[in-house]
């Protein structure tokens, strides 16, 4: 309660009741107006006030002045990660600096103003295309989100309106609306809403086509109504809005079959050709280093998209070598993994050569990619990691290649056809 007590005195800046405007009373404390205004503003600029209408009151706390990292940077810090594909990781990394300079630009009359490059991957599953987005977003101090783009539809339709990418962005963001308009998204499965048919129809493609063209704004750069909560589950709630012109947007996806159309466009077979030159056999996991925007168009994505996406780049289909480095050498390999995890039951886990091998040639032989490894590793540890912690004492367990075919070949993962 406010008081015009002169023997009271504010409890934080020690001041009299005459030497201020009002002093308000608390049980064991007082507060004078000077505080509650210097406090008020302490509040707004570290957290984000809450007005009256419940709506967080944006802050421009420009988190890019901290930004030190170059492209070498961030590519060596997806090298601790993600095994290979070296022109995609180069891609990311200058997209993602870039990215921080546009947004640190002081933009004069007669500057030359940066348009931002969004970028879509081309890839085989289990390349490593999810996880380029996730260990970038670890490295970041802007909002980052993960969407899948097999969720949405075409507006009016059951399903996500395409506004609700933006709703994850602002809830990494805490819904604080200006960090989340200097954010990055990453759109996974960007293939699955490819145009079905290139023949009109009475029929509206609307998770396919109709998905392409409700995006084509949102990744230009337009202000955005956006349900913070998401979706239409709370048709009450108000909306914000949102300034797509400074996010980034990132897509991913796998393009099954995207190799015949390449082959067809350079005049070639998927399964290779030879003529008189030896070096121009091409086999069909290489040619998606030859995708372009025009593959990408064939394939089903209208131009319109394409030309908002205009940085393209490649994912490498994962050789023997590769997922044999995949097991063993990343920060969070399998490999450590597993080891670190019977460590908790006082075990000790050793693979051998002959075992990891074998682990290898068995997700090379079911074409999983690099997911297909967590699989098989799966199957061959299920049953020692069910006994291990009812034994007592000290443990060694030795996978060699007798241990892993053993326990593959009583497995339903046997059963699965080598395509």
Known sequence: METKNSKLECSFCLKKQQEVEMIV???????????????TKIITKELGFLSGDDEKISFDKNATEEFNYKPLDIKNHLDQYVIGQDDAKKVIAVAIYNHYKRLNQQIDEDE?????????????????????????????NVP???????????????????????????????????????????????????????????????????????????????EVLVPPQGGRKHPEQKMVKVNTQNILFICGGAFEGIDKVIGRRIQ????GFKNNDA?????????????????????????????????????MPLDKTALKRILTEPRNALVKQYKKLLEYENAEVEFEESGIDYIVQKAIDFKLGGRGLRSICEVIMTDA???????????????????????????????????
């Open 112 to 140: 030359v103003e940066i348009e931002k490059s969004n970028v879509i991957m081309s890839g085989e599953t289990g390349t490593g295309k999810t996880l380029l987005a996730k260990t970038v977003a670890k490295l970041l």
């Open 25 to 39: 009373s608390g049980a064991k404390a007082h507060i004078c107006d000077e505080c509650v205004e210097n406090a």
């Open 268 to 271: 070639t077979s998927t399964i």
């Open 144 to 222: 980052f989100a993960v969407v899948d783009a097999t969720v949405f539809t075409q507006a009016g339709y059951v399903g996500e309106d395409v506004e609700s990418i933006l709703s994850r962005l602002l809830q990494s963001a805490d819904y604080n609306i200006k960090k989340a308009e200097q954010g990055i998204i990453y759109i996974d499965e960007i293939d699955k809403i490819g145009r079905k048919s290139d023949n009109p129809s009475i029929t509206r493609d609307v998770s396919g086509e109709g998905v392409q063209q409700a995006m084509l704004k949102l990744l230009e750069g337009t």
């Open 385 to 419: 990691m069910f006994d291990l912690p009812s034994r007592k004492g000290k443990k060694k367990l030795v996978i060699d290649e007798k241990y892993a075919k053993e326990h593959i070949e009583k497995s339903k993962l046997s059963y699965l056809k080598v395509a």
């Open 279 to 315: 070096n121009n056999e091409l086999k069909a996991n290489e040619l998606i280093q030859h995708v372009n925007a025009q593959d990408l168009r064939t394939f089903g994505l209208i131009p319109e998209l394409l030309g908002r996406l205009p940085v393209v780049t490649y994912l």
